[in-house]
């Protein structure tokens, strides 16, 4: 009787979560509204909170799929609280991926959960939980396109319509990163567990480098444009314009207006 309440309070939806709903769902209505005084800082707080929201869930379903995998501690941990405090390295799960948005535009994964991967049986459930962060990524882009792609644009104002198709190419890029097979990133996870023992002993040392790896390559202007070819090109194949996205990003990097501003 006593393990009941414990259960419950392990999934209890955390306070701090549904605070950043809610801060995603007034900055959503001020923009969509034209409410604050700046376009670009509504913007900013609703793709930012929205984006902290889907990291959020990132997380979760990799937790939520290890828990039915097997390993009956993430509850423990507090994983499925959606807590982001809660997360193994808060500062690679939330902040770093979040200042990547600020100073280039793209969804950059974090890490992570810790999964005790002992208690799991079966290769098939490793590369499940590893694929269920970025399939994620991959729903939260398919909501944030349906407006485009259903062709339901008829009254939604044109800077949210703009913030929609920034958060799906946020979306979009973290789902298209995280599939990477490389070592530290999800989709080096899905294939691990087919690997030999060798092979994973082999790549191992090199899992705490490949997030910031792949962030090094996106700053090299040549990989950085076909990269980004590549995503307007899936965003252009759900209907969402290329100005549309633009415009969402330079709506979301408000601040070197700030520095335009004329001074009096």
Request: net charge neutral; charged share 10%; hydrophobic share 50%.
């Amino acid at each position: 009787m006593a393990t009941a309440p414990s259960r419950d309070h392990d999934r209890r939806i955390s306070p701090v979560f549904l605070g950043i709903v809610a801060v995603m769902a007034v900055s959503g209505w001020a923009v969509w509204t034209s409410y604050a005084s700046s376009r670009g800082l509504a913007v900013f707080l609703f793709v930012t909170s929205a984006w902290v929201v889907s990291l959020c869930l990132h997380e979760y379903a990799h937790a939520r799929t290890a828990l039915h995998g097997g390993d009956i501690t993430i509850g423990a941990k507090g994983y499925l609280t959606l807590n982001p405090l809660k997360y193994t390295h808060a500062l690679l799960s939330i902040v770093l991926p979040v200042l990547f948005v600020i100073m280039g535009g793209i969804g950059l994964p974090g890490g992570a959960v810790f999964i005790e991967r002992g208690r799991i049986r079966g290769r098939w459930r490793h590369s499940l939980i590893s694929a269920a962060g970025p399939l994620t990524n991959v729903a939260f882009a398919l909501v944030c396109t349906a407006p485009f792609w259903l062709h339901a644009l008829d009254g939604v104002p044109d800077d949210f319509r703009a913030a929609l198709a920034f958060l799906a190419l946020l979306q979009v890029t973290a789902a298209l990163l995280n599939f990477l097979p490389v070592p530290g990133l999800d989709g080096y996870g899905i294939i691990e567990p087919w690997l030999s023992h060798a092979a994973r002993r082999q790549v191992e040392p090199f899992a705490p480098f490949g997030l910031l790896a792949v962030f090094g390559l996106l700053w090299i202007p040549e990989v950085n444009q076909e990269f980004f070819r590549l995503i307007y090109a899936i965003l252009d194949g759900l209907g969402v314009p290329d100005v549309a996205a633009a415009t969402g990003r330079s709506l979301y990097q408000f601040w070197p207006d700030l520095s335009a501003t004329p001074q009096s």
